[in-house]
């Protein structure tokens, strides 16, 4: 392996309807065993998943890179993230339990939490080892099963996941991989024996795998995408918002659903803080993303970059101004030189009515817009389809608390940006999905059953 931008790293063959069908049954099998487990039998299982991952970081963290093209620098982040994540809901696992409820004449009824059966994650192309994590997390610590299929552009870092849940001591077939693309996805939604899905990816796939489901009533978590606002106040300490700006925006080359990419500034501070993010953006170590100084690598494919650059195509025709960026970047190195690498972009004098403001780009691409009042921002911000994100930056608590509160996003940040920490909550409102992670996913990965206990004779009306 090493970093070759535009070439064929492997090739991996499609999982039709047969292959499917295996892995689901294989998990189906897995399932026996793994839920009639203790929380704390399963809480040991994960636990040594997550030591095997901490132990391997670098070695993951590299694969990582090579599968998707951001820097190492992060990938080392995402697989730290992943085996904290397997940590967590390894706590969680034997903790899980019901309630007791006294009813009249000494009669009681209890409740128990059971797993749901074979779940399915689809994953996405920008986080491929991470989302892993988090959808086989909660699913595993509740007794689930789980068929994974990666994005086909990064089919890699999860098939090392699947071995190291197999060394931790999983039965065997309780995480499957299958490979493929859309045509794989609509198999694993529509096999009668998955009992869950949970898909990251776009808005339109959502709206597809619901639409399956719901032929199945099958319970779906969706995480979307978005268009997320990072507000700036004329208070704010303005190193720190330069720096919220920066991670809201280029971050695995501004491929992040939750990126905050509308970023509106208080007029009286705009040229200062506009002065300054271009000059940051300008500094940004862009290339081999293997290299530790490397900050921004490659874009995941041709198709998506040439998609981003019409985007700044399309936002310079419709009277943005291109502050910094938004060209082609051909690194010194021979072996780069087909990589799908772009110079990080800043687009000043932006309109809420562009198509670069109001569509989800999903790359290295800023907008500044400016505002005069904290209520006229606060429904700028909320004017779109999407809610997944939002930020604050401002030395006054009382404005951020009130401002995050009329936010209509599920994510909020105060002061800082894109910090997703396992035990949080993570999803949004409107068309960005629901939620993920903290104990929040206990409720998506399991299922109530309530047992009515009489004590005495029934009361019959017959």
């Not at 409820?101 to 009681?108: D, E, K, V, Y």
């Not at 009992?195 to 995480?223: Q, R």
């Amino acid at each position: 392996f090493g970093t070759c931008p535009g070439r064929v790293l492997c090739k991996l063959p499609c999982s039709g309807e047969k292959e499917v069908d295996l892995a689901v049954q294989s998990a189906k099998a897995a399932f026996k065993i793994w839920s009639q487990m203790s929380g704390m039998e399963r809480c040991r299982v994960m636990l040594e998943a997550a030591r095997i991952i901490r132990e391997q970081r670098e070695e993951i963290a590299t694969m990582e890179t090579i599968n998707n093209g951001k820097s190492i620098f992060e990938a080392r982040v995402d697989i730290d993230v992943s085996w904290q994540c397997l940590e967590y809901y390894a706590g969680l696992a034997g903790s899980l339990a019901g309630e007791h409820i006294q009813l009249p004449g000494g009669s009681f009824g209890y409740t128990r939490r059971e797993p749901l059966g074979v779940c399915v994650g689809i994953g996405a192309w920008n986080y491929p080892f991470q989302i892993a994590c988090w959808k086989s997390g909660p699913a595993l610590a509740c007794g689930n099963a789980m068929v994974f299929k990666p994005s086909p552009f990064t089919p890699i870092s999860v098939v090392r996941l699947a071995e190291i849940f197999t060394e931790a001591g999983v039965p065997k077939g309780l995480f499957n991989v299958v490979q493929g693309g859309a045509a794989t996805g609509q198999f694993l939604c529509q096999h009668p024996d998955v009992a869950k899905i949970s898909f990251t990816g776009s808005v339109p796939t959502g709206m597809k795998i619901m639409e399956m489901a719901a032929k199945g009533i099958k319970p779906v978590t969706l995480e979307l995408g978005g268009k997320s606002p990072l507000i700036i106040f004329s208070d704010a300490d303005l190193e720190n918002a330069v720096r919220g700006a920066l991670m809201a925006n280029f971050l695995t080359q501004g491929e992040v659903c939750c990126n905050g990419t509308r970023v509106f500034v208080e007029r009286k501070i705009l040229d200062t803080f506009t002065k300054e993010v271009v000059k940051r953006t300008q500094k940004i170590k862009i290339g081999d993303p293997l290299l530790e100084d490397t900050r921004m690598g490659a874009l995941i494919n041709r198709p998506h970059l040439n998609r981003v650059q019409g985007f700044i195509k399309q936002a310079k025709e419709q009277g943005a101004e291109v502050l910094c960026g938004g060209d082609l970047y051909v690194p010194d190195d021979p072996k780069l030189k087909n990589g799908y690498y772009m110079r990080p972009c800043v687009l000043g004098n932006c309109k809420d009515d562009m198509t670069c403001v109001k569509e989800e780009i999903f790359g290295p691409v800023m907008a500044i817009l400016p505002f005069d009042t904290e209520e006229e921002v606060v429904e700028r911000a909320n004017a779109t389809k999407f809610g997944l994100a939002g930020g604050v930056f401002t030395r006054d608590i009382q404005k951020a608390h009130r401002v995050v509160a009329a936010l209509k996003a599920g994510m909020c940040f105060i002061n800082n940006y894109n910090v997703s920490p396992v035990e949080l909550p993570f999803g949004g409102y409107k068309s960005s999905g629901e939620l993920c992670n903290g104990r929040a996913a206990i409720e998506y990965y399991s299922q109530l059953k309530t047992v009515c206990v009489e004590m005495g004779d029934v009361e019959s009306v017959f």
